[in-house]
């Protein structure tokens, strides 16, 4: 892993952001382009946030992409451009907690901070068959502290990486190599003949249901998009004109719905195909959407709100735009410009 050969904190931090949500082998691809792209602190503080989300697009968790961009142009602001060595320093940076700031010290700096992520979780929770769920503070306190017992200080950079490493090859989650495993002899998860049953979570809350219903307006060659500017999911991605509904609805109910009759102020527009439907599938929320493409003939004078942006159906592509936004594209075989 190209993260693993070298001993840049700027690199390292990023291989770590990227990461956090995203399996290695995907995010492999985003890590060598990500740093091609913007190869120091420097060039990803002086990028736009454009710039950075449209690097970022697909890789979901948008808020990371925006923190590190802030986190370094604040590098440049208070530490000249070098990052900082200090673990202090580095948890001070935007979106990077006790975690990220462990690894970076730990792996650039050798610094003695143990760097418990998920894998690191999995294979102490297994080694000590810990009872307590490791997504509560108990459970994760006792596996921090065993992660420090355990951390030589005299090579903490090898012993993070290694744990880490070992827990995505050998002691993965839905079936480790025990067969294989060199710590076989020493796992309490294994002795008691159920190592997947640690570790041990806390129930899981029902993620929130929501109900997006996009309208893909044609109209002279051109389509619509907006800016999401709220603070939710995707903030400053673009995407379609949306009508958000408490539950699923049909088209007749969206025809006589305020924010419609806004969008389209009146002008009688017929959808030309049922619409397509996407159940979407995030962390804490679950999307049900449904994307109506409406072509407008030529001669309608179709005067949208302000806050929507005109543009040729082929610049789409020079757009960040969601991961959803772009299944729907590719269903249509529109390349969105890419
Ligand atoms: Fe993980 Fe199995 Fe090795 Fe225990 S024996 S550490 S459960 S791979």
Redo the contacts with the bound molecule.
Sequence with gaps: MPWRETSDPYLIWVSEVILQQTRVAQGWDYYVRFTRRFPTVQSLASASEEEVLMEWQGLGYYSRARNMHAAARDIMDRFNGEFPTRYNDILSLKGIGEYTASAISSIAFNEPHAAVDGNVL??IA??FAIADPIDASKGKKAVTGIARSLMPLDNPAAFNQAIMD??SL???PAQ???D?????D?????SLKR??D?PVSAKKKEPKKRYFHYFHILHNGSTYITRRVKQDIWKNLYEFPLVETSGHEGLDHLLESPAFKELFAGIPILPVDPPSTFKHVLSHQLIHASFYRVVLSGKTAFNPPGELLKIKRDQLGLYPIARLTRKYLESMDDSCGK
Aim: charge should be positive.
């Design positions: 999995r294979v297994r080694l070992f827990g050998v002691c993965t480790p190599k025990c294989e495993c060199p710590l076989q020493y796992c309490m998860g294994y190592p997947t640690f």
